[in-house]
């Protein structure tokens, strides 16, 4: 079903005609995808959410391109360098999944908002350290603001409707992953501005850090002005009029950890994501110190990788709706899988190259399958649950820290591994974790291997299995009766379904 340009809310308080910029479906979510639109709240959405999410990206991983001067200033060994980079994404491991359930409970502007202030100030801090320790604990702190990639995912799947979601998904936080990238180059320069205006080569990193976390501060108070929850207005007020009633926050929690199609999502996504994590902590050493490059030049170099999030994640989230229109939910699942595999198989190839054109020849096509993965990996995301999308979102997106983690402490913390080697036993785990995908299997629309369920499961039996009759009875289950209507549009022009 599609409206244009106007939606309302069945069975709630209100009788109000509200009227969009875009056309809108039931939900009043938009149908389609205007890139270059700001309207309210669709787009202005996007724009907010993939700009806060870079911001603290580049706040994130801003030390990693200043590396070579900061170990130098701090003493760091290699084990304090292993330990800040396992440091900076294991912290949002947890914070990832807590973000997940506060954007189910009070909303993605507030959650995301509130996240993005709390840990500016471990950016600000970074100029004041004076210890290894110190290091790794303004990286620890800052790393939780990464799980604004959660309330990102879950913003965009509250706005956009299922043909166009994934393209929304990718984009978002393809564009806000770019950070990982920008942050190379930005901070090198950064860096080189300050010491240009007189300051020591010990004094100017630290002024350096003033910059991303000024941005970070900047970003939240644009999402808490100017952003909003769903179409139809923010949790707090419709909370207020009755129009959305509050869940059973521990209904959430069980409903979304039960279900085992979120588990295989984090698992694939700590090897496609939590890769990008890795590569984003190692990248620029690894080719300062292999190639004995200057630090500007291995910073351009590495923020090509991260770069490539500018189309490549994008890319993937468009190719997952793409697939989605001729083969329904298969198709996205086959896209993913394959996309990943290779992605696991370049990865692998990388560590084993020695010449400097050809490493970062690889690495940029690497790039571009272990990225679009990713946006390929939140094509899926939004309709494994939809009372529970906040928690799956957040078990998905943790998933990635997770890996990061793993990948980080196992292959490249220490010397027990060489870089070039960590990199190639990095790709054999990212092809290995991506074979659970075959597992996952949606009884309305079929999976990998088979098609959907002979039992004539429809996709409002799918969704409305997550409430109670007791809930029903209250009408609490009237927006995953709409979101079951319109994701109908997942069975694919090609597949031959039991209800059709």
Same mark, same amino acid.
């Given at each position: ?10 069975? =709630? +308080? ?60 701090? &003493? ?27 954007? $189910? ?42 799980? =604004? ?82 179409? $139809? ?13 509050? $869940? ?32 984003? &902590? ?11 490059? &200057?630090?500007? =030049? ?22 997952? $709706? ?34 400097? +054109? ?37 078990? +998905? ?104």
């Amino acid at each position: 079903m599609e409206v244009e340009g106007k939606g309302g809310e069945a069975g =709630t +308080t209100t009788t109000a005609t509200r009227r969009f910029a875009l056309p809108v479906d039931a939900e009043n979510k938009s149908t389609t995808f205007r890139l270059f639109s700001v309207a309210k709240p669709h787009m202005r959405a996007f724009h907010l959410s993939w700009f806060q999410f870079f911001c603290c990206f580049v706040s994130t991983f801003a030390a990693p391109p200043l590396l070579p001067i900061i170990r130098e200033n701090l &003493n760091l060994t290699a084990t304090d360098i292993g330990n800040a980079g396992i440091a900076s994404v294991s912290g949002s491991v947890f914070a990832r999944i807590v973000m997940g359930t506060a954007c $189910d409970l009070f909303g993605p502007r507030l959650a995301s908002a509130a996240l993005t202030l709390s840990t500016a100030p471990a950016v600000y801090f970074t100029a004041g350290i004076k210890s290894p320790i110190g290091f790794i604990m303004v990286r620890f702190f800052a790393g939780f603001s990464l799980a =604004t990639f959660v309330s990102t995912q879950f913003w965009m799947s509250s706005m956009f409707s299922g043909p166009v979601v994934g393209s929304a998904n990718g984009i978002a936080a393809g564009w806000g992953n770019l950070g990982g990238g920008a942050t190379q180059l930005i901070m090198p320069i950064v860096f080189s501005l300050i010491r240009r205006m007189g300051a020591t080569k010990f004094t100017a990193w630290r002024i350096a850090f003033f910059i991303p976390g000024l941005f970070q501060t900047l970003s939240a108070f644009a999402v808490l002005l100017f952003g909003q929850d769903l179409p $139809d207005g923010d949790y707090w007020a419709m909370h207020k009029s009755g129009e959305k009633e509050k $869940d059973d926050v521990g209904k959430v929690i069980s409903n979304g950890i039960s279900n085992y199609r979120g588990w295989i999502t984090a698992l694939a996504y700590g090897y496609c994501f939590g890769v990008e994590l890795t590569i984003d &902590n190692i990248i620029a050493e690894y080719f300062f110190d292999r190639f004995h490059l &200057n630090l500007q =030049t291995a910073g351009i170099i590495a923020a090509s990788f991260g770069l490539a999030n500018f189309f490549a994640r994008p890319g993937g989230g468009i190719f997952s $709706d793409l697939m989605a229109r001729r083969f329904g939910m298969r198709g996205r699942l086959w896209a993913w899988w394959i996309v990943q595999t290779l992605g696991g198989v370049l990865c692998a190839f990388l560590g084993q190259i020695h010449s400097l +054109t050809w490493s970062i020849v690889v690495m940029l096509i690497f790039s571009v399958f272990v990225q679009a993965a990713c946006g390929l990996t939140f094509g899926v995301v939004p309709f494994i649950s939809r009372r529970s999308l906040g928690v799956i979102s957040g078990m +998905t997106g943790a998933g990635g820290n997770v890996g990061a983690v793993l990948t980080q402490l196992i292959f490249f913390k220490g010397s027990t591994y060489s870089r070039e080697t960590g990199i190639t036993l990095m790709g054999i785990m990212s092809i290995a974790c991506s074979l659970p995908i075959c597992f996952i299997y949606f009884p309305q629309w079929g999976g990998m291997f088979c098609g959907p369920s002979s039992k004539k499961v429809t996709e409002e039996d799918y969704y409305l299995a997550e409430w109670s009759a007791k809930e029903k009875a209250k009408n609490l289950h009237l927006a995953s009766q709409k979101f079951a209507e319109t994701s109908v549009s997942e069975r694919g022009r090609a597949s031959t379904h039991p209800q059709t």
